[in-house]
T-cell receptor, first 115, second 114 residues
Framework: GNSVTQMEGPVTLSEEAFLTINCTYT??????LFWYVQYPGEGLQLLLK?????DKGSNKGFEATYRKETTSFHLEKGSVQVSDSAVYFC??????????????FGTGTKLQVIP | ETGVTQSPTHLIKTRGQQVTLRCSSQ?????VSWYQQALGQGPQFIFQ???????GRGNFPPRFSGLQFPNYSSELNVNALELDDSALYLC?????????????FGSGTRLTVV
């Protein structure tokens, strides 16, 4: 079945540092890939997405490129802020054997940015 | 446009009891999916409803059931609660096939089973 593997956290960075959170996936079809962010006490928010190979998703200074050859979708940001502290989830969406779009999430990576 | 609204926000139940969680989907979204998120884990897919029918289910026992109403709102029912059912339950709405473009999530219901 499909699966998503993320680097384990927590990741602690100083403000303005460069961020990379690694994500690799296993899928049988041609999935869409996502990063979601979860702030404390809240649900998940879609951060960015890419629907086909070589697409780059971007939002709020975050970027991720769909790399089919390495089955990866690493999240990057050039300069993190304290307000970026949250849990980040990598996810994929693919057509299941039951004919519906099934979304599979990674286990999440907690990011803490210190001033 | 309105987002996804879930109720209640917090709930404490005793083992063996039954619980109903509610979700109002984002305006225009006709598909609702439910997820269980244990502490420190990623969301696990429970099931999905489209046009008032369940059209996809994850590895959850039959005591997890649901409904979708004509206005696309939804309920998640859990019978015979177990301690391991303690989790954050998330509702996500989308257009059919729209999960391929991203869900809109509610803030969740925190269920504690004692």
């Amino acid at each position: 079945g499909n699966s998503v593997t993320q680097m384990e956290g927590p990741v602690t960075l100083s403000e303005e540092a460069f961020l990379t959170i690694n994500c690799t996936y296993t899928a049988t079809g041609y999935p869409s890939l996502f990063w979601y962010v979860q702030y404390p006490g809240e649900g998940l928010q879609l951060l960015l997405k890419a629907t086909k190979a070589d697409d780059k998703g971007s939002n709020k200074g975050f970027e991720a490129t769909y790399r089919k050859e390495t089955t990866s979708f690493h999240l990057e940001k050039g300069s993190v802020q304290v307000s970026d502290s949250a849990v980040y989830f990598c996810a994929l969406s693919d057509l299941s054997s039951g004919g519906y779009q099934k979304v599979t999430f990674g286990t999440g990576t907690k990011l803490q940015v210190i001033p | 446009e309105t987002g996804v609204t879930q109720s209640p926000t917090h709930l404490i139940k005793t083992r063996g009891q039954q619980v109903t969680l509610r979700c109002s989907s984002q305006s225009g979204h006709n598909t609702v999916s439910w997820y269980q998120q244990a502490l420190g884990q990623g969301p696990q897919f429970i099931f999905q409803y489209y046009r008032e029918e369940e059209n996809g289910r994850g590895n959850f026992p039959p005591r997890f059931s649901g409904l979708q109403f004509p206005n696309y709102s939804s309920e998640l029912n859990v019978n015979a609660l177990e301690l391991d059912d303690s989790a954050l339950y998330l509702c996500a709405s989308s257009l059919k096939g729209g999960a391929n473009y991203g869900y809109t999530f509610g803030s969740g219901t925190r269920l504690t089973v004692v």
